[in-house]
């Protein structure tokens, strides 16, 4: 069972290079940015803890069908962003990789002169 709580999920969050968590739509979600562009989305009052994340389309369909956790991203483009439960099976080393693959997915897509110098990004 993933032990993350919202404070550990955005610690997650915050924990990647200019990284920043805000509240853009009341304080009942939670919306992690890099140079201001959305990577995570997690409700605040929800009874069960989830994360919205952006992935690759083909990893995002292995995904959902790997892990009954993974399902696809809640108001979102459900090919580019999966919504994972924390409330089951899903390791925290296994969200931590989905947290930092969903920033290096946004910050590859932002023009170089505005990427964040310190981090990996995918080509």
Do not use: Q
């Not at 696809?72 to 962003?81: T, V």
């Not at 919504?83 to 899903?90: F, I, K, S, W």
């Amino acid at each position: 069972m993933t032990d993350l709580d919202l404070d550990a999920l955005l610690a997650v969050c915050t924990s990647l290079p200019e990284a920043d968590v805000t509240h853009p739509f009341g304080p009942e979600l939670a919306v992690a940015k890099v140079r201001g562009k959305v990577f995570a989305i997690a409700p605040t009052d929800a009874e069960v803890l989830t994360v919205t994340l952006k992935a690759d389309p083909e990893h995002a369909e292995a995904l959902r069908r790997d892990h009954p956790e993974v399902t696809p991203g809640w108001h979102m483009d459900k090919r580019h962003w999966v919504t994972a439960r924390l409330d089951g099976d899903l390791p925290r080393s296994f969200v931590e990789d989905l947290v930092a693959n969903s920033w290096d997915r946004v910050v590859a897509g932002l023009p170089r002169h505005r990427r964040p110098v310190v981090g990996t990004v995918a080509p």
